[in-house]
């Protein structure tokens, strides 16, 4: 039930330390103003804060906090500027408190995490999950984050994540999990300091798949160096390398990539082939984004030879006698023709006695290549 707060009530920050007197309050209710022990005034959400009487009472963050770093304690933000979906994000504010960056070599390469746990004492698959952004560097971090498919994105944080420190950007029922299961965080690493020089660092983007089954299990919750509760842990960036962004050889890739989807793709093994199974086409997609998380640093010709990989990997997997007649759909789209020539070059060269044809329209529309196993 959402508490109607007065200006002059005290309150204690739920996701940080410390707490004050409020100040202002805006017409919405929503955002306060918040006065603490030094004079300096705190934009905070309704629902960060809590309503004490005379002293602050004891810390009650849902969350525990992030163990030290190598370089320095990590500092709980004031403000965590996360708001629900359907309101405005607010950037963090900047903590009031000054702390020195350490000089420390470990500290300029990027090391940038995200970690999503389950809300205090609750309980798997029933109570909301909180996602942190940890910024475990010398760095500030300018951070967004934001869910949706790649035509359609929608901005859930957006605001500076200080060194040494990490911010609560996202909070969601298990019902939401779908709306999650793409994920994309971007990152501008700078130091906010003027008497302070440093190496500018490339941005980075990086779009996360995320699997929802992993939150119904208790064994996908394991330690982190950050947090005193196990969590689920994605690592962004490490030691200045984007993980999901970096460009790697195009055959490592695409033999990783295939191992581990081909699990879905092959049949299931029996002593003998089904006729309504061999009715039924194989349908497999070759866009370059159903294949990889992201094409960062990815050229045309990794692309390309990523697709065919895929291409051969399921026609080897389907030369059995017991699958002749079985009916193949490879989805290229239409675009200029070059995924489809080389598709069928493949298939003419390597598998000659295969029949192909243009897929069904009223199925697959355009971009749609079928083949006849024989």
Do not use: W
Request: proline fraction near 6%; glycine fraction near 6%.
């Amino acid at each position: 039930m959402k508490v109607d707060y007065k200006i002059g009530d005290r309150v204690k920050f739920l996701n940080t330390t410390g707490g004050g007197v409020i100040k202002k309050v805006m017409q919405s209710g929503d955002v306060l103003y918040v006065e603490d022990e030094t004079g300096f005034e705190i934009p905070v959400l309704s629902n960060e804060v809590i309503r004490v009487e005379g002293e602050a009472a004891p810390d009650r963050s849902p969350m525990s906090k992030p163990k030290e770093s190598r370089h320095s304690a990590f500092v709980a933000p004031v403000s965590s500027g996360v708001q629900s979906s359907d309101k405005a994000h607010a950037s963090s504010s900047v903590p009031h408190e000054v702390i020195k960056r350490m000089s420390d070599p470990e500290g300029e390469r990027l090391n940038v995490s995200l970690c999503y746990l389950l809300e205090a004492d609750g309980i798997i698959g029933q109570s909301p999950y909180e996602v942190y952004l940890v910024n475990d560097t010398n760095y500030d971090l300018f951070v967004t984050y934001a869910i949706g498919d790649k035509r359609s994105k929608r901005l859930l944080f957006a605001g500076t994540v200080p060194f040494d420190s990490s911010e609560r950007v996202d909070v969601f029922a298990p019902s939401e999990l779908s709306e999650r299961s793409r994920t994309t965080v971007q990152i501008l690493a700078y130091k906010d300091d003027p008497e302070v020089t440093y190496e500018i660092k490339l941005p980075v983007s990086v779009e996360l798949k995320v699997d929802g089954a992993r939150f119904f299990k208790e064994n996908a919750f394991v330690p982190t160096p950050y947090f005193d509760d196990n969590a689920i842990l994605f690592e962004l960036v490490k030691n200045d390398q984007p993980l999901l962004t970096q460009k790697v050889d195009a055959e490592k890739l695409a033999a990783e990539m295939m191992s581990r989807k081909m699990s879905d793709d092959r049949p299931k093994r029996q002593p003998t082939q089904r006729k309504t199974d061999l009715m039924e086409p194989l349908v497999v997609d070759l866009h370059i984004d159903e294949l990889v998380d992201t094409t960062l640093g990815m050229e045309p010709k990794d692309m390309l030879d990523l697709q065919l990989g895929k291409v051969e990997e399921v026609l080897r997997a389907h030369r059995k006698p017991s699958y002749k007649g079985k009916k193949i759909v490879f989805i290229h789209g239409k675009g200029e023709g070059v995924l489809r020539k080389a598709v069928l070059d493949v298939i003419h060269k390597k598998y000659p006695k295969y029949d192909t044809q243009d897929a069904s329209f009223q199925e697959y529309g355009f971009g749609a290549t079928q083949v006849t196993i024989r």
